[in-house]
């Protein structure tokens, strides 16, 4: 217990240590925190939904006598944790995506369950460096031989691929769309450029991107006409869905094999059956409001990223300060103005990288984006 002491006494030191918020409400895109009202920069809610009562009351009134209206599945999938929702959620999201679909309990069991399951030591891993923790992870528990290129650097990845990927069976290059503490987006394109040229399979994590980019909300993929040369798509339905679980889509012999061989899916208790209700119901019948959140929510980021020097490509804006005590003091500065802003420190981060990560959503104004970003201009100039 002692050898624990000493390192969360080293973590305190460093501003490193983590604490859970007393969230007490969320009310559309404010957040209550010990009984303080500030606008929520902190949320992936991306389109407002979740707190959205006029669509909680639409919802529970269509669905309240239906059986599955309930609140657990009590059991994995391949028990007795599945009903015909699932099964339908699933086709709505095989027809968007015209691919086979597989419903995870969550991101992290999705991302981890499909990269530790396919791939074996006879096989090789070319993933992103900033690629997110799930992903990481899962590299850890596989077999197969991993490599990590530079983030964003595809001459490194061709260097790399180059003077392996002959000597494996099976490979795949993984890279997120949006990268979640960056806002920064993937060359899709010349990712598959480099899967065709060298022979791999290509998977891309949605999670940030779903719901945001896209006609039809599918994300960078979608927006560049590349879903078909994609070969594992991954999203979550907890962010810009507003909802719980997530979803791997393939062709049927990856997901075949991903409900007969992955742990993730396989022993893990379904969500709930209302939770996928919930989801159908904003994918079927409210398809016509997520685009128009969406519209909404990419005006906004636009125009920040066009009125302010950022590295961000999307609606999550890092603000990078570097040092974790400065970004620590900063935030809660921010927090005492009304704006609930969040230091993302190491591990989360690389060392020296340590930021107020921005979080945008659609029902945000842009003259409260400016408001915020003048006090960070003081903050960050004052220490």
Not at 63 to 75: L, V
Not at 241 to 250: K, N, T
């Amino acid at each position: 217990m002692q050898n624990y002491t000493l390192k969360l006494n080293e973590l305190k030191k460093t501003s490193g240590f983590r604490t859970i918020k007393n969230i007490k409400e969320k009310i559309g895109k404010f957040i209550v925190v010990d009984d303080k009202k500030m606008l929520n920069l902190s949320s992936n809610d991306y389109l407002n939904l979740s707190t959205d009562k006029n669509l909680v009351f639409e919802f529970v009134d269509k669905y309240k006598d239906s059986n599955e209206f309930i609140f657990s599945s009590a059991s994995a999938r391949l028990l007795s944790g599945n009903s015909q929702c699932y099964k339908e959620l699933e086709q709505t999201f095989s027809n968007l995506y015209n691919k086979q679909a597989l419903l995870f309990s969550t991101g992290y069991q999705c991302n981890q369950g499909v990269v530790s399951t396919l791939f074996s030591k006879n096989d090789c891993i070319f993933s992103d460096k900033l690629n997110h923790a799930s992903i990481v992870s899962a590299l850890k528990l596989t077999e197969a031989k991993h490599y990590r290129y530079k983030h964003l650097d595809y001459d490194s990845l061709e260097k790399l691929l180059k003077t392996n990927r002959n000597n494996y069976n099976n490979a795949i290059i993984i890279s997120e769309s949006v990268f979640s503490m960056d806002g920064d987006i993937a060359d899709i394109e010349k990712l598959v450029e480099l899967k065709k040229k060298y022979n791999c399979l290509l998977m891309i994590d949605e999670a940030h991107a779903f719901g945001v980019f896209g006609d039809n909300l599918q994300g960078i993929s979608a927006k560049k006409n590349l879903l078909n040369e994609v070969d594992i798509i991954t999203i979550t339905l907890g962010k810009a869905l507003g909802s719980s679980g997530a979803v791997c889509l393939s062709n049927n012999i990856i997901i075949d094999y991903l409900v007969n061989k992955a742990s993730s899916f396989i022993f893990t208790t379904a969500i709930p059956s209302v939770n996928v209700l919930w989801s159908n119901f904003l994918l079927k019948e409210k398809f016509d409001l997520l685009k128009e959140k969406k519209e909404k929510l990419n005006s906004l980021f636009n125009k920040v990223n066009r009125s302010y020097p950022t590295t961000s490509s999307s609606q999550i804006i890092p603000v990078i300060l570097k040092d974790c005590t400065k970004t620590l003091n900063c935030a809660l500065k921010l927090q005492q103005e009304g704006f609930y802003v969040l230091a993302i420190n190491p591990p989360t981060v690389p060392l020296g990288s340590s930021r107020l990560r921005l979080s945008l959503t659609s029902d945000i104004e842009f003259k409260e984006i400016e408001e915020l970003l003048r006090k960070i201009s003081k903050c960050s100039i004052s220490g």
